[in-house]
T-cell receptor
Framework: DSGVTQTPKHLITATGQRVTLRCSPR?????VYWYQQSLDQGLQFLIQ???????AKGNILERFSAQQFPDLHSELNLSSLELGDSALYFC???????????????????FGPGTRLTVL | SQKIEQNSEALNIQEGKTATLTCNYT??????LQWYRQDPGRGPVFLLL?????KEKRKERLKVTFDTTLKQSLFHITASQPADSATYLC????????????FGRGTQLTVWP
């Protein structure tokens, strides 16, 4: 058990719909990352939040958005869903250097169990 | 363009042998490189990290090497067991402190009895 929780475990919805995926990081981790994994694309980085603020953006579609709340949990919102959005969505958390420069000088990430999204 | 390539999508070896997985990268200058294990339908699990100034790291039956000149990391599992069967991902940063990792596509290892 990584200490990262994700809900729901499975989600089945229709094209055009909107869903919200939720992630709670490990206690004490300030960084949250979202990844999409499909069979043909591998693990694709979507977005990173650090202590409530967006820090890095990857291949995230405009239809997707995320936020990190004061209690550090994060939500990934996917809207106007298409068949191609069907994938496993993982959240990961890590201890991070942050702007103060304190903390370990590496970035081991702890992954949650994932949410399997099926768009019909 | 930046690329991370892991050797062959699948590797099959006999129990007891050493499995060697390769990760090559281009146009990155990572401060460190990490290896993760992923079982079907589950999240990746961190295994080992090696820094740019380290040549080799060991943990139990696992060994990682990192050659920044060749831009290559080798991941070895000695005395392999069927329970080692999984997909192994390499990941690296871009030398910044922002924390983002770039993952390879992975190598699926099957260890047969």
């Amino acid at each position: 058990d990584s200490g990262v929780t994700q809900t729901p475990k499975h989600l089945i919805t229709a094209t055009g719909q909107r869903v919200t995926l939720r992630c709670s990081p490990r206690s004490g981790d300030l960084s949250v990352y979202w990844y999409q994994q499909s069979l043909d694309q591998g693990l694709q980085f979507l977005i990173q939040y650090y202590n409530g603020e967006e820090r890095a953006k990857g291949n995230i579609l405009e239809r997707f958005s995320a936020q990190q709340f004061p209690d550090l949990h994060s939500e990934l919102n996917l809207s106007s869903l298409e068949l191609g959005d069907s994938a496993l969505y993982f959240c990961a958390s890590s201890v991070d250097l942050g702007t103060s420069g304190r903390g370990p000088a590496y970035n081991e990430q702890f992954f949650g169990p994932g949410t399997r999204l099926t768009v019909l | 363009s930046q690329k991370i390539e892991q050797n062959s999508e699948a590797l099959n070896i006999q129990e007891g042998k050493t499995a060697t997985l390769t990760c090559n990268y281009t146009n990155y200058s990572p401060a460190y490189l990490q290896w993760y294990r992923q079982d079907p339908g589950r999240g990746p699990v961190f295994l080992l990290l090696i820094r740019e100034n380290e040549k080799e790291k060991r943990k139990e039956r696992l060994k990682v090497t990192f050659d920044t000149t060749l831009k290559q990391s080798l991941f070895h599992i000695t005395a392999s067991q069927p329970a080692d069967s999984a997909t192994y991902l390499c990941a690296l940063d871009r030398g910044s402190t922002l924390g983002r990792l770039y993952f390879g596509r992975g190598t699926q290892l099957t260890v047969w009895p």
